[in-house]
């Protein structure tokens, strides 16, 4: 009704009968008797608005000091809106001696998104590229990191523009657990599943790499030499080329006369060209990994392997008077180094990083003087913690942390349609820190106080 753009639900400014107004955040859901509001949270029970999930009580941790884990996680704790209300748990307990206060609430964030890491080698797209969720666009392709894809989905100019509710979904759904299908603008159908192993285009890709084709040939030159005369480790960031690379030198090799696919770099090293073939590149059968055999340094019978940076494809090729190259059978030796550059790859599997910026609602609630818990936190004098898991703040101005979601208690996340994502917050210090920066020490209650009343509910 408030965001159509087309106005095709009329609001003539009435309150639903025996219906309560929600006030935990902007959208002011009507919601009745036995309903939850848009955000599933809240359910109407007896005309009286109840959290629908119970409160999450704090994991302990064993050897843990007393301000790095909160007294009691924000999941089930509701939200407080507008910002000037405390937030709705501000509790005590003492801990090794020390009077220790975790102030919680489940904040919705305009100011967020999620980090996507895919194991993969699999070219999916170009870094850049939009990436659609049922056709709207939720992000995008960002920088690659070290045999990983990477996304960056959400963001506030996503979250507050037109595909603003898909935006917001799928940040939950990925950061609580759930299987989502993107695609990439002019690129690959990914489905992924944190803590799975990604499917790109249908192909699951259960095997991450174990170095690029460079670091590949290092790591394995003494197990290569004395097996195959040449090896080519096709990368599509850094081919390998054994005879020439330092490695080979290392263990006693001359350069074989072979010329592999790439852009020369270094010695032993080639750049390779994204594709959807072999290890990433653009290469699509191990033949085709061989350029050409120079005779004049090259000898008929030389063998030359050809692998991928995860061994799931190979093959052996043996040099014939011409200068051409046959594939032969694979031998018992080169099968075995082969299965060792295979056994030292990871399981590959999709993991991610909510990232967020705890603005006024989730600093107010907690101090009268915002700023002033901004400066503790950057201080190390209070712990941000999200769902119970530890964050990274980032340097710099500001509340902006980062969260391993699989650290997260379960499903922890939610979205209402302002658009934002609602995160669970918390904020543990000490008394004496809560008291200097301004906190609502009215609202404080003890921490078996809370439990009591908690269990009666």
């Not at 960002?142 to 989905?153: A, N, V």
């Not at 509710?165 to 603008?185: P, S």
């Not at 119970?388 to 499903?411: C, H, Q, Y």
Request: glycine share 12%; net charge neutral; proline share 6%.
């Amino acid at each position: 009704m408030k965001v159509c753009p087309r106005e095709a639900v009329i609001n003539d400014g009435q309150l639903i009968i025996q219906a309560v107004t929600c006030n935990n955040c902007p959208v002011q859901c009507q919601v009745r008797e036995g309903f939850t509001g848009a955000c599933r949270r809240y359910r109407n029970v007896g005309g009286r608005l109840v959290r629908a999930r119970e409160l999450v009580w704090a994991a302990p941790v064993t050897g843990a000091r007393p301000l790095d884990v909160p007294l009691v996680t924000a999941v089930g704790a509701g939200s407080t809106y507008p910002d000037c209300i405390p937030a709705p748990i501000i509790v005590q307990d003492v801990r090794d001696g020390v009077e220790v206060v975790t102030v919680v609430t489940e904040a919705p964030l305009s100011y967020s998104g999620i980090k996507v890491k895919i194991d993969t080698n699999l070219h999916i797209g170009r870094e850049g590229a939009p990436v659609r969720r049922d056709g709207r666009v939720v992000g995008l392709v960002i920088t690659e990191e070290y045999g990983s894809k990477m996304l960056s989905l959400g963001g506030p100019n996503l979250l507050t523009g037109k595909n603003g509710f898909t935006t917001a979904r799928t940040i939950v759904d990925i950061a609580n657990g759930e299987r989502v299908e993107l695609k990439v603008e002019q690129g690959s159908k990914l489905e992924l599943q944190v803590g799975y192993a990604p499917v790109v285009d249908g192909y699951e890709d259960r095997t991450m790499r174990v170095g690029c084709g460079s670091a590949t040939t290092g790591m394995f030159a003494p197990h290569l030499k004395g097996v195959v005369d040449e090896a080519i480790i096709l990368d599509h960031h850094i081919i390998g080329l054994f005879s020439e690379h330092r490695a080979g030198e290392e263990v006693g090799m001359t350069y074989s006369g072979v010329i592999p696919v790439g852009r020369r770099s270094t010695r032993g090293r080639y750049f390779g060209e994204p594709g959807h073939g072999l290890g990433g590149t653009s290469v699509m059968t191990p033949r085709d990994a061989i350029v050409g055999v120079d005779m004049t340094r090259a000898l008929p019978g030389m063998r030359i392997l050809v692998t991928e940076t995860t061994a799931r494809i190979a093959a052996l090729f043996e040099v014939q008077p011409d200068g051409s190259v046959l594939e032969v059978p694979m031998t018992p030796e080169v099968a075995r180094v082969v299965r060792l550059i295979a056994a030292n790859c990871e399981d590959a599997r999709v993991s991610a990083l909510y990232v967020g910026g705890t603005g006024g609602s989730a600093r107010a609630g907690v101090t009268k003087n915002p700023i002033e818990l901004t400066r503790a936190v950057h201080l190390g004098e209070v712990t941000l913690t999200i769902g119970g898991a530890p964050t990274f703040i980032l340097p710099g101005g500001g509340i902006n942390f980062m969260v391993d979601v699989e650290k997260v208690a379960p499903r922890a996340f939610y979205w209402v349609p302002t658009p934002a994502t609602v995160a669970p917050v918390e904020y543990t210090m000490t008394r004496a820190t809560f008291e200097r920066i301004g906190g609502h020490v009215g609202s404080i209650q003890p921490f078996a106080v809370l439990k009591q009343h908690q269990a009666q509910v």
